[in-house]
């Protein structure tokens, strides 16, 4: 079973910054993509923001967020980054890391998310 952990959230004023990072427990699968997705509010689509393949080789980012929000690999420390520079109101949002083997389409494995407020 994989157990994912986001951490890093918090209050930020428009314009700031912020690094999300989520870590992973141990697996016994290794072909596997790591992403991050966001919902705004309860009850609204959670959105995809970024994705990363298990060996960092590939990734993708929603088309409109990718020139503000990084995603990236620590594999020392085993963690899933997001860095989301210039944030603005609308970021405002909980944060979730999922994780799906690569041959499947659905993100099978999800943290508990961690809250992001956009607020001067």
């Known amino acids: 079973q994989v157990h994912l952990v986001e951490s890093g959230g918090g209050l930020v004023q428009p314009g700031g910054s912020l690094r999300l990072s989520c870590t992973t427990s141990?697996?016994?699968?290794?072909?596997?993509?790591m992403g991050w997705f966001r919902q705004a509010a309860p009850g609204k689509e959670r959105e995809f923001v970024a994705s990363m393949s298990w060996n960092g080789f590939t990734t993708y980012a929603r088309e409109s967020l990718k020139d503000r929000f990084t995603i990236s690999r620590d594999f020392a420390e085993n963690t899933l980054n997001l860095q989301i520079d210039s944030v603005k109101a609308e970021d405002t949002a909980v944060y979730y890391c999922?994780?799906?083997?690569?041959?499947?389409?659905?993100?099978?494995?999800w943290g508990q998310g961690t809250q992001v407020t956009v607020s001067s």
């Open positions: 141990a697996r016994t699968f290794n072909n596997y993509v």
């Open positions: 999922a994780e799906r083997l690569a041959t499947r389409i659905k993100f099978d494995y």
